[in-house]
């Protein structure tokens, strides 16, 4: 999709922008059929137009709706999260980077309204989600190519389906990928409360594995932790409790992980490898405390840790979107059964993108906000 974006610079005037945007949509589809009851006005999305602080950036614009084309589809979205690589697009330091204007948001589930003359296999009523990051999420309706949408079922809950197409699938490929776990095997990870720390909690109690979950320190930590443990967690220890000789002995009743799961990088991610077991590997897919990861010459000469790292956009390139569906299909039966639920969430209405933003970026919220269009 950033491609398709690429049809003007950063330095072009703001309103001559949002025109372009709109005719950069236009452009973007073959026009085999027009939808004749367009109302110029009334897409609403968080569009920025240059990098930097999401809450200043970021603002609600109305959009014209783009003609439908024959392989294309007019999707009305429904609900779709901000996680924090939409901040960090907007901010400017992601892997990926639209050419801007650009249309927040990488993730959400969105109801189909109508298909272009030549598409099959999707039709009025159905839900989407993204194929890929970039899609522009954040908006109340847009005519997206089929090609940037993958048909889930629609029998799961709306916040299962906002949030299934990024963290869900991060948690079940780490936890797959790196080691050959068998029921009874132990994970450690950090950041356990995060919308990937919920979903390896629950797939990983799905699978048979047993959970060390790292988190920060907090006044209602209790509540916290019973909250992870409703989800299957076996284990909830604060960063501090983790540096504590005595941590070992959790390793008495349970064996030592071989993997650990990391998103935060600093001290934290030190410490998880000093629990690893020997020959064991961390796998790096988060760097939130913004620190680099230290690993002591020591535990890698005698304990023989590998250090990894998993980018699910780079994942789905080398995979294909076949197997993405399946991965879907697959974490779409551990929800109908009740093994995968949505993280908290705080469901915020588009208009008031400001707060949910401003939330999004605050420590200890523990809940993802959730824009409802
Ligand atoms: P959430 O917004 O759900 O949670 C953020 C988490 O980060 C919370 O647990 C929060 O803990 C923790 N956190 C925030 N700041 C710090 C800090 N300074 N030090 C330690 N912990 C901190 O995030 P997501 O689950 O959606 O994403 C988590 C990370 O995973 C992000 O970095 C995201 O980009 C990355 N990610 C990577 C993917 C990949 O393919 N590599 C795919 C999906 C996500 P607290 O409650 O204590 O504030």
Known sequence: MWVRCALWGARTPAPLRLGLLASWQRHCRAASSYSASADPSRVRALVYGNHGDPVKVVELKNLELAALGGSDVHVRMLAAPINPSDINMIQGNYGILPKLPAVGGNEGVGQVVAVGSSVTGLKPGDWVIPANAGLGTWQTEAVFSKEALIEIPSDIPLQSAATLSVNPCTAYRMLVDFEQLQPGDSVIQNASNSGVGQAVIQIAAALGLR???VVRDRPDIQKL????KDLGAEHVITE????????????????????????????????LLRHLAPGGTMVTYGGMAKQPVTASVSLLIFKDLKLRGFWLS???KYHGSDEFKRLILTLCDLIRQGQLTAPACTEVPLQDYQRALGASMEPF???KQILTM
Request: charged letters at 30%.
């Open 211 to 213: 959970t060390v979950n």
């Open 225 to 228: 932790t019973s909250r992870l």
């Open 240 to 271: 501090e409790e983790l540096r504590k000789p005595e941590t070992k002995n959790l390793f008495k009743d349970m064996p030592q992980p071989r993997l650990a799961l990391n998103c935060v990088g600093g001290k934290s991610s030190t410490e």
């Open 314 to 316: 780079q994942w789905k």
């Open 365 to 367: 919220v523990s809940s």
